[in-house]
């Protein structure tokens, strides 16, 4: 391990996504004096165990705006650090069962479209058309975000983290 520098002008605690996101984001406003701690090794924590689901569909406006912003940088973020995140932009369907949850899923989706998420209100036979496998017994309504997917967590934080580096 290097040395711990005496002064920092900021001091990140945790290597995981969150933390490697808050030093590749200082990083990309020029901060250079961030200093990264981590108990263990890098994304050995919480997000060494996520499922990698990139999904926009949120609950508030603040939420979704960062959803959005997330999904388009991870688009790059190979490019831009040469470390492989496995982003796959598969789309995403999410289903309502009941009336409470579809206006609940059709509330959020008016929301994602006020901030330029792609997404679509889609019936019953377009959720079968696209995903033939799935019992659509009881399903009362659906949306369907083009542009979410799936990635590698502990690769996309790596990449930030190098990124900042
Ligand atoms: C099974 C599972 C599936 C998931 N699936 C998804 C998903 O599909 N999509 C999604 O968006 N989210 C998912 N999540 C949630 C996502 O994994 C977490 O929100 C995210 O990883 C949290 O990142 P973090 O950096 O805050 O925490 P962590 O990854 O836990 O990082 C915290 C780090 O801090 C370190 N640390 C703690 N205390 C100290 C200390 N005192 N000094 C130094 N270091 C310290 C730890 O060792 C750890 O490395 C899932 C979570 C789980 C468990």
Redesign the pocket.
């Known amino acids: 391990m290097k040395p711990l520098p005496k002064h920092a002008r900021a001091v990140i605690?945790?290597?995981?996504?969150?933390?490697?996101s808050v030093a590749y984001h200082l990083a990309k406003l020029g901060w250079q004096d961030v200093v990264l701690?981590?108990?263990?090794?890098?994304?050995?924590?919480?997000?060494?165990?996520?499922?990698?689901?990139?999904?926009q569909l949120r609950a508030t406006a603040n939420i979704t705006r960062l959803a959005k912003y997330s999904a388009e940088l991870y688009q790059n973020l190979e490019a831009e650090t040469g470390v492989a995140t496995g982003l796959r932009q598969t789309g995403s369907i999410t289903l309502a069962l009941s009336e409470a949850r579809k206006e609940e899923i059709y509330r959020q989706a008016s929301m994602a479209r006020v901030f330029g998420v792609p997404i679509e209100e889609i019936s019953v036979d377009e959720v079968k058309a696209r995903y033939p496998h799935l019992n659509t017994d009881g399903v009362m309504g659906a949306v369907y975000l083009p542009t979410d997917g799936?990635g590698d967590?502990a690769n996309i934080?790596l990449a930030m983290a190098k990124g900042a580096r």
């Open positions: 605690i945790g290597g995981g996504v969150a933390g490697a701690l981590e108990r263990k090794k890098l994304i050995r924590g919480t997000t060494w165990h996520a499922a990698g689901l990139i999904g799936q967590p934080a």
